[in-house]
């Protein structure tokens, strides 16, 4: 299985390091914007080069003309985890001035399965039209909200809640969340 995994410069960087800490016996290929990475060293104590570690290939995001941003170049699932609004924006505008836009816009034009982890309280009128424009062209929009049937005791409880549930959905088996047991 090929992931793609764009990291943008809205919070909850943490996100896309457990993604990308979880995503198994899969290729992973990365980009991270400049916003993203000025987000990371404001919220984490993680590095640029711990999370290049965590790929098996990792792009600039300036480079509109890499691998991952070709429709030839096959992969199972993109992911933008967090997903700024602008990033969303400039997707549902169709506006390709990056590689994680483009890469974007070349997985809805494939009919690739193409995942967007929106991390933004409260929503605005604009971001909600954007989230649902997105989704009529099968984009899926996966809010990083956790879920507390859980009972999540820590941060990190929430954060793999989320991720799990992103695991899911790109198809990939894992148990790092509680699962929902009535």
Request: aromatic share 8%.
């Amino acid at each position: 299985m090929r992931v793609v995994v764009g990291i943008t410069g809205a919070s909850g960087t943490v996100l896309a390091v457990r993604l990308l800490e979880n995503l198994n016996n899969v290729e992973k290929h990365l980009v991270m914007s400049e916003s993203a990475k000025k987000v990371m060293s404001l919220e984490t104590d993680y590095t640029y080069d711990y999370i290049k570690g965590l790929a098996d290939y990792v792009y600039s995001d300036a480079d509109i003309a890499a691998n991952i941003s070709s429709g030839s170049f096959k992969y199972d699932a993109l992911v933008i985890i967090p997903c700024s609004s602008s990033t969303m924006a400039k997707i549902a505008s169709g506006i390709s001035d990056t590689l994680i836009t483009r890469t974007a816009l070349v997985a809805m034009k494939e009919h690739r399965k193409f995942i967007i982890v929106p991390r933004e309280m409260p929503l605005s009128t604009i971001m909600i039209e954007n989230m649902l424009k997105l989704s009529s062209y099968n984009v899926i929009i996966a809010p990083a909200m956790p879920g507390y049937y859980s009972r999540p005791k820590t941060v990190d409880d929430m954060v793999n809640f989320v991720v799990s549930r992103i695991l899911d959905l790109i198809g990939i088996e894992n148990e790092i969340s509680k699962r929902w047991q009535h």
